[in-house]
């Protein structure tokens, strides 16, 4: 098989201009194109693939967060007794200072779960009614736990008892006898003004039997407190409604027929 001419006698065209020149004094370039040598060129740098190059983000040795402590007031908003049933008073983390819970309104709630777990401040409650208070606990050596509970009154019904065709009626607040009395909130305090004179020999009491004991029922006496005679002045029953309580009948614990429904809520 024969071999390839040297060329030293041979004419090329340039890739790049077109001119002729002889084979041998031809070059190649870079990019494959084959040109006198007066035409050859070298690779520029910039037509290097550029290195990629990785930028560090975490620092050697940075500094660790620091725990501080920090003094935390909660204040409850203001709102309708008819929409607020129950608020769940906050637990102070380990790294929180003072916590404060307060409110100015009557609102029915409890406090649960208030729980003083840290060595760094005290764990407060102030209430402008009574509520039931459970679950409060503060870790022995480690701040303390105040429960402020002003009593208060929700509301005075003054009381009257009307004939009505021969049935005598419990009658609250000019609300007409023998209908539902006014709802209760749980955790308020509700004063049954006896002191008219229309109500002697007719005790005013609470069952959750509709009219009590002449029912079937019992009396129900939670929270509940009497004093003076029907009739005279200063006589009432008050009840302070226990969180939780069940649908409550007023009723008289000498005659049948007085009472009345009251929700409690």
């Known amino acids: 098989m024969s071999k390839f001419s040297s060329g030293k006698d041979s004419y090329a065209i340039s890739d790049r201009s077109g001119f002729r020149y002889r084979y041998k004094d031809m070059r190649r370039e870079w990019n494959g194109l084959l040109v006198g040598k007066d035409e050859w060129e070298p690779k520029h740098p910039q037509l290097e693939p550029f290195r990629k190059v990785f930028d560090a983000q975490a620092l050697k040795d940075a500094r660790p967060d620091r725990n501080e402590n920090e003094n935390v007031t909660i204040t409850f908003p203001v709102f309708s007794l008819t929409q607020v049933q129950f608020l769940r008073s906050p637990a102070s983390a380990a790294t929180v200072g003072n916590v404060n819970v307060l409110t100015t309104k009557n609102t029915s709630f409890s406090v649960t779960g ?82 008219d004179a229309s109500n002697s020999g007719h005790p005013l009491r609470f069952s959750t039997t509709p009219d009590g004991t002449h029912g079937g029922g019992v009396e129900y006496t939670t929270g509940v407190t009497t004093s003076g005679t029907p009739g005279q002045a200063g006589a009432y029953t008050q009840i302070q409604v226990a969180i939780g309580a069940p649908t409550l009948y007023v009723y008289c614990t000498v005659h049948s027929g007085l009472g009345y429904k009251v929700n409690t809520l």
Do not use: F
């Not at 003054?158 to 009626?169: E, F, H, R, S």
């Open 114 to 195: 208030n729980t003083g777990n840290s060595a760094l401040g005290s764990v407060t409650t102030s209430l402008t009614q009574i509520p039931a208070v459970t679950g409060v606990s503060s870790t022995a050596g480690l701040g303390s736990v105040t429960i402020s509970t002003p009593v208060t009154l929700a509301a005075t019904y003054v009381m009257t008892v009307v004939n009505i065709l021969g049935q005598d009626k419990y009658h609250q607040d000019g609300s007409g006898p023998g209908l539902a009395g006014r709802d209760v909130t749980e955790g308020l305090i509700y004063r049954y003004d006896q002191s």
